[in-house]
């Protein structure tokens, strides 16, 4: 499966602290600690096991990569991928839309 990436530059994290700060009133500093705090919850959360629904966002969960089997052909050997939890992000409808429509009349 083949996927073209349409990003035209990468926020930063201190970018989009700044960005909420300003919409929300916060100093940077609250906003930084809110976003790591954020993160470590939702990687606690992910780690035990749980699904975690933030609106407007989406939703992270966890899914079960099966072990396989995988041919190296510059070694000419096939090698074994154990099985592996990964978390996954589903995006919210709202946000598809949003993206879906700044792609319109290109």
């Known amino acids: 499966m083949s996927v ?3 990003s035209n530059r ?3 994290s201190r970018e989009m602290v700044q960005k909420i700060a300003a919409a929300t009133g916060m100093s940077a500093y609250a906003v930084d600690k809110m976003l ?3 993160a470590e919850v939702l990687a606690d959360e992910l780690a035990e096991g749980n699904a975690v629904r933030l609106k407007g ?3 992270f969960d966890v899914i079960e990569k099966p072990a396989r ?3 190296v052909p510059s070694k000419n050997e096939k090698r074994h991928i154990a ?3 990964a978390p996954r992000m589903k995006p919210c409808a709202d946000l598809r839309r949003r ?3 700044t792609g319109e009349g290109d």
């Open 57 to 59: 966002i989406g939703t």
């Open 69 to 71: 089997q995988v041919f």
């Open 10 to 12: 990468l926020t930063t």
């Open 83 to 85: 099985a592996k939890r």
């Open 36 to 38: 790591d705090a954020a």
């Open 4 to 6: 073209n990436v349409v």
């Open 99 to 101: 993206v879906e429509r």
